[in-house]
């Protein structure tokens, strides 16, 4: 009797072996999905700055952000396009570091990008190890395509989610809908629940 | 502040917009709600690789206007652009040696 080996025990998992998201398909490049030009941002002019809407809570420029304790790790992405692309590793700063010294009762999390890109997401969706300001990809710096220099990455939700080229997060009361989020795409962006659109 | 970008001209999205305009939008005159710049649609520059289209005003990167396509219904946000112009000389002698 034929043994039987699954290839997805060892290398790249493929998609016989991996369970992905209802209405996903798997991809081993990476897609570069954009709204609008990609911005250049020189690293001396580059600021990352959390906001409650009226004050800076805290603020790094590149020198300081790059001090911070980082993570490697490795995630799969989804992208509402339909594309899975698993196992990628980042390097990054967790949400937890950076919201650490943070003293907030806000509930919601709105992120702006340099350009005119925004986001929006619950602020629990970025604590507990679930979200990270990524500066490096698969073992270089990150690309300016992918969102270079720094990206918010949260995996767990849809990819639109995890804002190329982040400039500022705004904690908020009020939930506001981002970019997309305001038109037709879902609020939340759960790809195992499949939540694409209004309603879902 | 911007590197070279994937855009398209605004011909690119005469296609989803002919489901919702009766007329070509992309010989349509738009004002840039951001910068005042009127262009034809046509020179607009428009994002495709998205979730959704994205037309930007080829003066300033303002957004001018978006659709997205879901499911069984179309969204579309306009609030870019100040008006839109059409011209319906054309339309207006084609009824006229028709008629």
């Known amino acids: 009797m034929m043994a039987i080996i699954s290839r997805g025990f060892s290398g790249r998992r493929s998609a016989a072996v991996v369970k992905l998201p209802p209405g996903q398909y798997l991809t081993t490049d990476f897609p570069v999905l954009s709204a609008g030009p990609t911005p250049n941002v020189p690293l001396d002019n580059w600021q990352l700055t959390i906001d409650d809407g009226t004050k800076v809570l805290r603020k790094w420029d590149w020198e300081s952000f790059r001090g911070l304790p980082n993570e490697t790790f490795t995630v799969d992405l989804h992208c509402v396009t339909r594309w899975s692309k698993l196992g990628a590793t980042w390097e990054g700063v967790s949400l937890d570091t950076l919201l650490a010294e943070v003293n907030t009762d806000a509930s919601y999390a709105f992120v702006h990008s340099y350009g005119d890109y925004t986001t929006n997401l619950p602020l629990k969706d970025l604590l507990n190890q679930k979200a990270w300001i990524a500066f490096r990809f698969d073992g270089g710096e990150l690309a300016l395509e992918h969102g270079g220099p720094a990206r918010l990455l949260v995996p767990h939700l849809y990819l639109w989610k995890s804002a190329k080229w982040i400039r500022r997060i705004t904690l908020t009361h009020e939930d506001k809908p981002g970019f997309w989020e305001g038109l037709g795409y879902h609020n939340y962006g759960d790809p195992w629940r499949e939540q694409r659109y209004w309603g879902e | ?99």
Not at chain 2, 40 to 60: I, L
């Open chain 2, 1 to 99: 502040m911007s590197s070279d970008n994937d855009y398209l001209d605004g011909n690119a999205a005469a296609g989803e917009l002919s489901s919702i305009f009766a007329t070509d939008i992309t010989a349509a005159e738009g004002q840039c709600a951001n910068c005042g710049a009127t262009k034809r649609f046509a020179e607009a520059h428009v994002y495709m690789q998205t979730p959704g289209v994205v037309a930007r005003c080829a003066a300033c990167e303002h957004v001018l206007l978006r659709v997205v396509n879901v499911r069984h219904r179309i969204f579309l946000d306009v609030r870019g652009m100040t008006f839109l112009s059409f011209d319906t000389s054309q339309d207006r002698r084609t009824v006229q040696a028709a008629s």
